[in-house]
Nanobody, 114 residues
Framework: QVQFMESGGGLVQPGGSLRLSCPVSRGIFTSYPMAWYRQAPGKQRESVASISLTGVTNYADSVTGRFTIPRDSATNTMYLQMNSLEPENTAIYYC????????WGQGTRVTVSS
């Protein structure tokens, strides 16, 4: 059973940056489009960004221009680079296949606060 192990979250001031990591198996990395999701307190989980096998990316309107979703094929790791963070970005962030098709991991908590 695939288990996602997100990391890189933490406490950051507004305007700061964080880089989240999601290492996966080679099979997952080369076979499935993937995505980042988040769940803010009191809200439903939502898609933040996704990347296809060919590297085509899509972003939620609220993060476009501030977040990117790079990948490293040498380490089979997907990242979420988050810049110009806002308090509204406070959430637990998860990685999964696009569509959330596999079991969810624990996520990594991001808190944006001064």
């Amino acid at each position: 059973q695939v288990q996602f192990m997100e990391s890189g979250g933490g406490l950051v001031q507004p305007g700061g940056s964080l880089r989240l990591s999601c290492p996966v198996s080679r099979g997952i990395f080369t076979s499935y489009p993937m995505a980042w999701y988040r769940q803010a307190p009191g809200k439903q989980r939502e898609s933040v960004a996704s990347i296809s096998l060919t590297g085509v990316t899509n972003y939620a309107d609220s993060v476009t221009g501030r977040f990117t979703i790079p990948r490293d094929s040498a380490t089979n790791t997907m990242y979420l680079q988050m810049n110009s963070l806002e308090p509204e970005n406070t959430a637990i962030y998860y990685c999964n296949l696009q569509g959330g098709l596999m079991c969810w991991g624990q996520g990594t908590r991001v808190t944006v606060s001064s």
